[in-house]
């Protein structure tokens, strides 16, 4: 028979460590309120976070871990513990799209961590707002979908807002159809946000032919509602259903399996190089033969590798077209400044949206 340590004896030492632990955050904490301080010496007082320095801190434990915990696993719960140490310093009011509960929030709370305060409003405009007249330090939009394509509302206020984007961060979506019902032969409506209807119409087709779709503002207050109302049906997550406590009549009916939302957390605040970032922008040019061309060429040249390009009509003069762009790197890389200096010569305009860590977690 092998030997197998006495319980008690285990416990004893997970106490031991336990106490070291605590001893070490609190340590780190201490030194994140330092760090505070010599802020505020500098004169940066307006806002403690540094989406560069957050992405290097969880970029190294992810390198450094040992196991046998995984290295998501690892770097979550530093994501919590620099979340706590930073509302130490000053805590971030974060806005999204409200009411609690909706994936927007999820996204919060996936990048910022747990202790940020996160803000509810009703629309992605209210968001823009929210940030730009410093309501929040940090707003998070949702800007694609991989079943859906691209949220048309968030690209077209980039146009005219002067936020920058200073973080991404992409959440896996399981839609729910949820209802105070014992079965779908009981449902006489269904509510959810655009998107997710979208995201769930082969199996709405399916499932429930006939009865109407409505949208609403977003999928928690489509749960909200459907909490207070016998037969009115809800898509939305499981937070939601947890939130308003509305029973999950069928999981997961979202119509690709693998569907993921990116959200951009917009800021008044530039992320430095970290080595691993993105940058986004926005091109406007005339629709002339060649134009789409003249902007790739010079991405090409510099062998900078472009993760997104998508195209809008400008709203502007009848023929304009805006592209929006990720390239992969800083807008403080020489080949992207290169770059960017061939195209201002061929295109009507030219915005950075900003560059920033790429997603870790
Ligand atoms: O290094 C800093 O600037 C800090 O404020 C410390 C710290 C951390 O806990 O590691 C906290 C918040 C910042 O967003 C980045 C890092």
Redesign the pocket.
């Known amino acids: 028979m092998t030997d197998v340590i006495p319980l008690s004896e285990l416990r004893n030492q997970i106490d031991v460590i336990d106490q070291q632990i605590l001893q070490l955050i609190n340590q780190?904490a201490s030194?994140?309120e330092e760090?505070?301080r010599t802020?505020i010496a500098s004169g940066e007082e307006s806002c403690?976070?540094?989406?560069d320095?957050?992405a290097l801190?969880l970029r190294r434990i992810k390198e450094l871990n040992p196991g046998p915990l995984s290295n998501d696993t690892a770097a979550r719960f530093f994501r919590e513990?620099?979340s706590a140490?930073?509302a130490l310093?000053k805590p971030l009011q974060v806005a999204f799209l409200g009411p609690e509960g909706t994936f927007t929030q999820q996204a919060a709370f996936k990048h910022f961590g747990h202790a940020v305060c996160t803000v509810p409003v009703t629309t992605i405009e209210e968001i823009f707002q929210a940030v730009e007249s410093r309501d929040c330090q940090f707003g998070v939009v949702p800007i694609e979908n991989s079943t859906e394509g691209v949220v048309t509302p968030t690209l077209d206020r980039f146009v005219a807002s002067p936020v920058q984007i200073c973080g991404e961060v992409a959440i896996r979506i399981e839609h729910n159809l949820m209802a105070n019902a014992t079965d779908l032969s009981q449902i006489t409506e269904v509510l959810s946000h655009r998107q997710s209807l979208a995201q769930c119409r082969q199996w709405l087709d399916k499932h429930l032919p006939g009865v109407p779709c409505t949208e609403v503002n977003s999928n928690a207050e489509a749960a909200k509602i459907a909490a207070a109302k016998q037969g009115i049906a809800a898509i939305a997550g499981e937070i939601a259903a947890e939130i308003y406590h509305v029973p999950i009549l069928v999981h997961g009916i979202e119509d690709q399996s693998d569907n993921t939302t990116r959200f951009v957390i917009i800021g008044q605040l530039a992320s430095a190089s970290t080595a691993e970032d993105k940058t986004s922008l926005l091109i406007s040019t005339k629709n002339h033969a060649g134009a789409l061309y003249g902007i790739l060429e010079p991405f090409a040249k510099y062998g900078i590798s472009m993760t997104k390009i998508e195209s809008r009509p400008s709203r502007q003069g009848l023929w304009d077209y805006l592209f929006f762009i990720d390239i992969d790197g800083h807008q403080t890389d020489k080949d992207i400044t290169s770059a960017l200096e061939e195209l201002s010569s061929r295109v009507t305009m030219i915005k950075i949206l900003g560059s920033y860590p790429k997603a870790i977690l």
Request: net charge positive; charged share 35%; proline share 6%.
């Open positions: 780190r030194l994140a760090v505070a802020k403690f976070y540094r989406p320095r957050e801190v513990l620099m140490c930073l310093e």
